[in-house]
DNA sequence: CGCTCCCCCATTTTT
DNA sequence: TGGGGGAGCG
């Protein structure tokens, strides 16, 4: 697809220098740092398009890695609204917005299919799924294991399953000693660090690390016996099967022609290696590396690096310059490009922000450059208990809301650092009937039923998923017991053969599950059936049809609970997910929906323009800007949490955190602390988080009066004034209590004698001129 | 053999 | 504070 060139220049002079310079970048590589709110999603999209329009790349040959599947989302959406805006004109000669309804669809859906349908587009996960639905029959691991390419994903819960069978059960290890939390967490960062169970134990050489790494083999087997991948494997094994086959790691390496990774800060060992890989086709020698027709660039800020436990490395952004680049100073080199001018946030929040990272030791010297005006104080409430704390949150979102027209529910975000905080404030939004929306928690896939629905259909696209098996075979009660699927286990764990194998053969199942055979063949009949039509039904259909024919729809309804209902109408709302699915990306099977469901993330639904407060941890902010964010919990074991305060590397992290959280407002910054908050169930005494003493005092308005008064030069232009009425003296500073207004500070004193009045500043509510012999005032100590 | 009740344990962040 | 697992009962 040609586009005309005009439309190049078009888009390109709205950007700045810098965007400008990464969005033209062509071949090579380029490391974008790029600041909070400094456009950097907007320089990823214009160069796609850049490179498409322009440099007549392909679509198929870019490969552009996100962090959630949302921001991939946004990006091909943008990048198609880019195109249509231009084939617009081109074809109709008006702006794309003035189009009819009908028109801007046809056109959208020419780009998509002529465009965006083309770019590899999605998260780590969510494309190596992609590479491996290609090619993972063609590896074998360090003890031969191999995988099918129907193979199933298993989420956070199966594998902390699995691991807990092997330490308990199989190992009879002391679950004590050997926590299966934990021991999953280790074999996790294994596996992000790219260490077989083998290379594990030569790098941690302990008895303990001889046991994990046992745990690990053994938890390789039985994943492989059940055809399935964990996350991790996702990205570990397309950098294995690149590792050990040439033609393979070419085939991809001159597919991905040109390579983007956003938030780069955010990668682990082994996804670097597989971007490392799939960028220079394994050559080491740097002098060898061939950029003709080929880039790889990287955008990320290493002050919102936020990932470590889940060995992210920031430190890989940090060797960008010399692992690709030229490695040239700041100032040289041609290989980097910083993007500083900050538009999303008023000046007096990203001061606060910089002032705020500043404290940290190991980042790229980097600040944010305000480009609107300086705005409002940062507010910031002690609260008694985290109770009032919700409470204080709540009636100041009210009353903003109903003060300023602009403002809807959906302005204002609630950002904190753990899920558990969430509470007090739902409590209040329900009480107060405001409508919101809550990022994380509990998951849509991690509901009962709809887990139960995946095990369905997750066993009739992969037959040796028996983890699935065992799940539903007895769900809705089908009087298969315990004895007897023990029995068919056994016999299948000494064939080692698949569950499904003994299952599916009515002999075997007649010889061993006694008076249960008779119900163990009408389900593996039914299975069977849906096996066979894997192909000519669509997921949705399959879903439909089975969750019917297993009765598991019957027994919800005959149950007739409420919470019965309840799950029915989960039932159909995954059944509505599958349409959807099935509707967006074209594919229509089964396996297709199941990968995704499996890589769907709570964030990816955060719907925008809903009109609803939005309640999420600091980490589901990332990327996500509100107009008005409150920042609570600032407390010492809190933010910073308990479990970062002891190590100085964790610490800059929690710090980045709160940076992150800051940097989230566009035009109104809160921040609150309580002094005692209930904690697995008693309370505690809090200390306000060190945090705050970071960001600079003289932008801060705070409830508490400071141990210092300090009076903003800046806004008395002239000397001090004292006003003096009955028997109140009032000056610049003081802190009152308005009947109606609440709270607030004297920011000026205007006239003099009895004409004088009072300019005082309500927080949220903005500056209002007061007489104080009219309107009662108190002072606030 | 399944269900319910009770006790104990756990909370950092997530693709 | 709630969810999961174990024990005991119907």
Not at 610 to 618: A, D, G, I, N, R
Not at 724 to 735: A, C, F, I, M, R
Not at 745 to 773: C, M, N, V, W, Y
Request: some cysteine; overall charge negative.
């Amino acid at each position: 697809m040609v586009i005309p060139m005009t439309v190049n220049n078009d888009f390109l002079a709205q950007l700045n220098t810098s965007q400008r310079r990464a969005v033209e970048h062509f071949c090579g590589p380029l490391l974008v740092v790029a600041g909070a709110g400094s456009g950097k999603t907007r320089a990823l999209t214009y160069r796609i398009a850049h490179l498409i329009s322009y440099h007549q790349v392909e679509p198929e040959s870019i490969l552009a890695v996100t962090f959630t599947n949302k921001a991939a989302r946004e990006m091909k959406e943008r990048i198609e609204k880019l195109f249509a805006q231009e084939m617009a004109f081109k074809k109709h000669g008006i702006r794309f917005d003035l189009l009819n309804e009908y028109e801007q669809k046809q056109l959208l859906s020419k780009v998509y299919k002529s465009t965006t349908k083309k770019l590899w587009i999605g998260t780590f996960h969510s494309l190596c799924t992609r590479i491996l639905r290609y090619d993972i029959n063609k590896y074998q691991d360090e003890r031969g294991r191999q995988w099918q390419r129907n193979f199933s994903i298993f989420d956070e819960s199966d594998a902390q399953s699995l691991v807990k069978n092997i330490v308990t059960k199989q190992l009879n290890l002391d679950d004590k000693k050997f926590d299966p939390r934990s021991v999953r967490y280790q074999i996790s960062n294994a596996k992000n660090l790219g260490l077989s169970p083998d290379q594990y134990l030569q790098k941690n050489p302990s008895y303990k690390s001889r046991v994990i790494a046992e745990v690990y083999n053994e938890y390789q087997s039985q994943l492989a016996a059940n055809n399935a991948l964990d996350f991790d494997d996702l990205i570990l094994i397309p950098v294995r099967l690149f590792q050990q086959n040439e033609s393979i790691l070419g085939y991809w390496h001159s597919q991905f022609k040109h390579i983007l990774v956003d938030e780069y800060q955010d990668t682990n060992q082994i996804q670097y290696e597989l971007i490392r890989l799939l960028a220079t086709n394994g050559e080491t020698k740097k002098s060898e590396w061939n950029w003709q027709n080929r880039s790889i660039f990287v955008v990320g800020d290493a002050d919102q690096s936020i990932y470590s436990f889940r060995m992210a490395d920031f430190t890989i952004l940090l060797n960008f310059q010399s692992d690709f680049g030229d490695g040239l100073p700041d100032d040289d080199t041609r290989t980097m490009v910083k993007l500083e001018e900050n538009y999303r946030s008023r000046e007096n929040i990203l001061e606060a922000a910089n002032h705020l990272i500043e404290n940290n030791s190991q980042r790229i010297d980097k600040i944010l450059k305000p480009t609107r005006g300086s705005g409002d104080f940062i507010y910031c409430y002690k609260a008694d208990d985290e109770q009032i704390e919700a409470q204080l949150v709540i009636e100041h979102i009210q009353k903003l809301v109903r003060e300023n027209p602009e403002l809807n529910w959906g302005s204002f975000a609630i950002l904190y650092r753990i899920n558990a905080q969430s509470r007090p404030f739902e409590d209040r939004l329900i009480m107060n009937s405001i409508p919101y929306n809550i990022v994380g928690g509990f998951k849509f896939y991690d509901r009962q039923e709809i887990k139960d629905a995946i095990a369905y259909l997750r066993l009739i696209a992969n037959p040796s998923d028996t983890v699935s098996l065992l799940r539903i075979i007895n769900t809705p009660r089908r009087s298969i017991g315990k004895t007897s699927i023990e029995s068919l286990l056994k016999a299948a764990q000494e064939l080692e053969i698949p569950l499904w194998e003994i299952i599916s053969d009515e002999t075997s199942v007649n010889t061993l599950a006694g008076r249960a055979a008779k119900s163990v063949n009408k389900f593996a009949q039914m299975i069977k059936s849906f096996q066979e039509q894997l192909d000519s039904l669509s997921g949705a259909e399959i879903l439909n049809q089975v969750m019917e024919a297993s009765g598991y729809v019957d027994d919800l309804k005959q149950k007739g609970t409420e919470e019965a209902d309840n799950r029915l109408a989960n039932i159909f709302e995954l059944y509505n997910a599958v349409l959807q699915f099935q509707e967006d990306s074209e594919d229509q099977s089964l396996q297709g929906f199941l990968s995704n469901a499996s890589l769907a993330s709570d964030l990816d639904d955060l719907k925008e323009g809903q009109e609803k407060v939005s309640l999420m941890t600091l980490h589901s902010a990332k990327g996500l800007e509100f107009p008005v964010v409150f920042l609570v919990g600032l407390e010492e074991g809190l933010l910073p949490h308990a479990r970062s305060v002891s190590d100085p590397l964790s610490l800059e992290e929690e710090r980045r955190l709160c940076y992150v959280g800051v940097t989230r407002a566009q035009e109104q910054l809160f921040l609150t602390y309580a002094r005692e908050r209930f904690v697995w169930g008693s309370k505690e005494a809090k200390m306000p988080s060190r945090f705050l003493q970071e960001l600079p005092s003289d932008l801060i308005k705070s409830n508490v009066p400071p141990k210092v008064v300090k009076s903003r030069p800046s806004l008395t232009t002239s000397s001090p004034k004292i006003l003096k009425q009955s028997n109140e003296t009032w000056s610049v500073g003081d802190q009152v209590i308005h009947q109606v207004f609440g709270e607030g500070e004297i920011t000026r004193i205007l006239g003099s004698g009895k004409k004088s009045s009072l300019a005082i500043k309500f927080p949220g509510l903005g500056q209002k001129i007061i007489d104080p012999t009219i309107a009662p005032l108190k002072r606030n100590e």
